[in-house]
Structure formats: C-alpha cells, structure tokens
C-alpha cells in the first residue's frame, strides 16, 4: 500500500510502576488481510418461579465477541527498514523478541513476580506430599499466588480498541538465521473481547482503561447503527410500490 497508513497493535498494560501502567505495545508489522469476527449468543436466562411470567426471549448477559486473524513477522525487513535499535535487535535474535511478547500475554501477570516458575511449580507439587525433584515434602511453605491474566487491548484503528483476552496462540517458525533464531514467523491468535462483568472484577487504574475502552468501542458501533437508518430509510422508500 502506497503511503502511510496505520498499523494494528495489541498493547498489554503491565503491572503499574511508580503508580503508572506501563504499556508493552505489540505493533503488527504487517496488517492482516483477514480477520474474523465472531458473535455467539449467550445462555437463555433461568426460569422464574411462575413458568407463565418467564420471557423466553431473555439472556443472561450481552452477547459474546471474538476476533481470529493471522500476523506475519519478518527480521530481513526490519534489519532493512528499521531503526538502529530494531534492527540490532532483529539481526541478533530474529523474530523471537517479538514471538516473546506475544508468548507472554498467555501467561498471569504476577506469575514470576517475587518467584521464579520453578518454585512456583515446587511448591505447588510439594502441597500433594511429593516435591518437584522426588523427595517427599509434609507441607508446602509457599502457597501459589492467585494470578490473573494481563489486561490487554486489540487495537485496530481509531473505531475499534476493545479490552480482550489471548485464547489461543499458534506460530508457526519458517526461516532460521545461523544461530536457529527465527527469521520468518507467522502466529495465529485467537481473541475474545472481555465482558462487563469480567471488566467488573479488574480495579485500579488498569481496570478504568480496560472500561472507558469497552464504552468507547461500544459506543461507537451504537451510533454507526444509528447512522445506517440513513440507509435503511432509502432501502424501504425504493420497496415501496408508489
């Protein structure tokens, strides 16, 4: 595409340093071609007690979203094209500092906070009375943290930013440098846009962006139906018989 347009991201907001969120942004080197948007609808809402005053109409809740689309990564033009910066980074490690990044959005925020993985996974082996390394444990000394995982935003233009959750993250490695660093990568991922009441449970200030994005988007699709009654309206007057 000729010219500058603008780039997706997913921007994952870390825990808050010196009382501000750190965003880790993930911009898309390349924009797929094709995403897919998926709507499901939610649960019927339980029966009241009077079987005559139920709506069967009702649900429980707004329904689901999802996005699937496909991100291709390339270090030979980032190394080409790049910053002094970037193409250090592509020329020493390929495409797996940007594979990292993804990678970690599946993981708790707080998973390697205080702890390493490995005395998170000891410890949490122990409590069954057998450590990680075979020696037998009475009782575990540190109990695994509750964990959540990141808030991050799907960004894809100024219409569309909405608080979503990794689901799933398949790459596939094509092209390895001389130190089997990844050159060529492409990754599949899988979103679904956070409810209301998941957005509920998250607090601080990572929690009021998570919202005012939820509202924007919301808001936004609201009045581009509304502005397609423009539409409508021409479609009903041409149906007409007079």
């Given amino acids: 595409m000729a010219g500058k347009y603008m ?6 907001f870390q825990a808050p340093t010196f009382l501000v969120p750190v965003p880790n942004v993930i911009v898309f080197q390349y924009n797929p071609e094709t995403i897919t948007h998926t709507w499901t609808q939610p649960q019927e809402a339980p029966a009241s007690g009077a079987a005559s005053g139920h709506n069967p109409l009702a649900v429980r809740a707004v329904p689901g979203e999802s996005f699937n689309l496909t991100i291709a990564m390339d270090a030979g033009d980032t190394i080409a094209d790049g910053s002094v910066v970037t193409a250090g980074i592509a020329l ?14 599946q993981y ?15 410890a949490s082996v122990s409590a069954g009375g057998v450590s990680l390394f075979g020696k037998s444990a009475a009782k575990a000394d540190v109990k695994v943290p509750k964990s959540t995982v990141p808030i991050v935003l799907f960004v894809w233009g100024p219409g569309r930013i909405v608080p979503i959750r990794v689901t799933s993250l398949t790459i596939t490695e094509k092209l390895y440098d001389p130190f089997l660093n990844p050159t060529h990568a492409d990754a599949v991922l899988g979103l679904r846009v956070l409810t209301p009441e998941e957005l509920s449970a998250v607090e601080g200030t ?11 988007s919301q808001g936004l699709r609201q009045a581009l139906a509304v502005a397609n009654l423009a539409n409508a309206a021409e479609a009903i007057i041409g149906m007409l018989p007079i």
């Fill in 7 to 12: 780039r997706g991201a997913l921007v994952e």
């Fill in 92 to 105: 020493a490690t390929g495409v797996y500092s940007r594979l990292a990044a993804l990678e970690m959005l």
């Fill in 108 to 122: 708790p925020t707080d998973a390697f906070a205080g702890t390493s993985l490995v005395g998170s996974v000891s």
């Fill in 206 to 216: 990572l929690g009021q962006i998570a919202k005012v994005a939820y509202v924007y």
